[in-house]
């Protein structure tokens, strides 16, 4: 199927669109939202130039299935999933902040780490850590949510200090990240697979906190085989995971980093293909079931008539 990196719908009761990095969002009357997965795909907060196909039906059915498994924990944003792409909910004011919860020390992580930095968001790092070291205990090194651009790091303090969460609130978001944390630890556990880190996103509405967007998915979160892990961190070797990181070391090898003046390496068929085919591995990985490709000759169309047949039900 070709790849779907844009949707052009015109939905009963749509007041407006938004479009996102990788979701198209339509607003309707009464407080619900449709979010679309497409099958763009970002990194370093820059849209590559090809999409990914089958991967917002990856993204969109992940995320589905895992807000099910957690909403014990907390309510959710979801109403429905009427398409294999698309999930339709309740619109939330969001906090302007990202949870990010980290297990281990990878990545950005990693990074900030390895160029000497010994406090992350306002988190104290010990010295003598190794690359995709799991660390003494989860940690929440929280990002602002930028409009525009790239996220930045901030602290706990700073967010309260600058009133953009109100203490009490802020703590209620940590509390529910790592608890959402720990079920993703031990969903993946069953599955053969170490959650490493993650970001959650919560709104309020009607006076309660909602958990929003994706949830544990391979574009908001980094997973390691567990099989083999021990020994390859022994030997110093790069970690076998399932998450998008792939997708950033292959574009920092080619020279890019979303930074001035670099230009994204070519994305031939065949990393295209290569990218779908780790989607879908993870998916499968993730959740022990075969992933059903769809095969629309007019997926947008599809789209269209699963929205508008689901939205005659609640009218």
């Known amino acids: 199927m070709k790849a779907v990196t844009k949707t052009n719908l015109n939905l009963a009761g749509q007041i407006s669109k938004y479009t996102g990095k990788v979701r ?78 980290r297990g281990y020390l990878a990545g950005h992580a990693w990074r ?17 850590l190794r690359e995709n070291e799991k660390l003494p205990h989860p940690i929440i090194t929280p990002t602002t949510k930028a409009a525009e651009g790239h996220d930045e790091d901030i602290s706990r303090e700073d967010i309260i200090a ?4 109100p203490a009490d609130e802020y703590a209620q978001l940590e509390k529910y ?4 944390f720990e079920r993703g630890t031990q969903i993946a556990a069953k599955r053969g697979l170490i959650l490493v880190d993650t970001k959650y996103e919560f709104g309020s509405k009607d006076g309660k906190i909602l958990l929003m967007d994706e949830i544990h998915t391979p574009d908001s979160s980094r997973y390691f085989y567990a099989e083999g892990y021990e020994e390859r961190l022994a030997r110093g070797e790069h970690q076998k995971q399932l998450s998008k990181e792939f997708v950033r070391e292959w574009l920092m090898a080619g020279g890019f980093q979303g930074k ?6 070519e994305m031939t068929d065949e990393v295209v293909a290569g990218i779908t085919d780790r989607y879908i591995e993870l998916y499968e990985h993730l959740t022990g079931e075969k992933f059903h490709k769809g095969e629309d000759a007019d997926p947008e169309a599809r789209i269209a008539a699963n929205i508008n047949a689901f939205l005659k039900t609640i009218r």
């Open 260 to 265: 001035e003046g670099q230009k994204v390496p």
């Open 177 to 180: 990240a790592l608890a959402l």
């Open 162 to 165: 600058r009133g953009i969460v």
């Open 24 to 101: 198209d969002v339509y607003f309707l009357e009464g407080g619900l939202l449709v979010m679309v997965a497409t099958d763009r795909i970002s990194a370093f907060d820059v849209v590559l130039p090809r999409g990914i196909p089958y991967k917002g039906q990856v993204l969109n059915q992940i995320a589905s299935k895992f807000l099910d498994l957690t909403s014990d924990i907390l309510p959710n944003w979801k109403t429905a999933e009427v398409d294999p792409m698309v999930t339709v909910g309740q619109l939330c004011e969001p906090y302007k902040v990202e949870m990010v919860v």
């Open 112 to 128: 900030e780490y390895r160029d000497g930095k010994r406090s992350l968001c306002g988190v104290p790092l010990p010295d003598g």
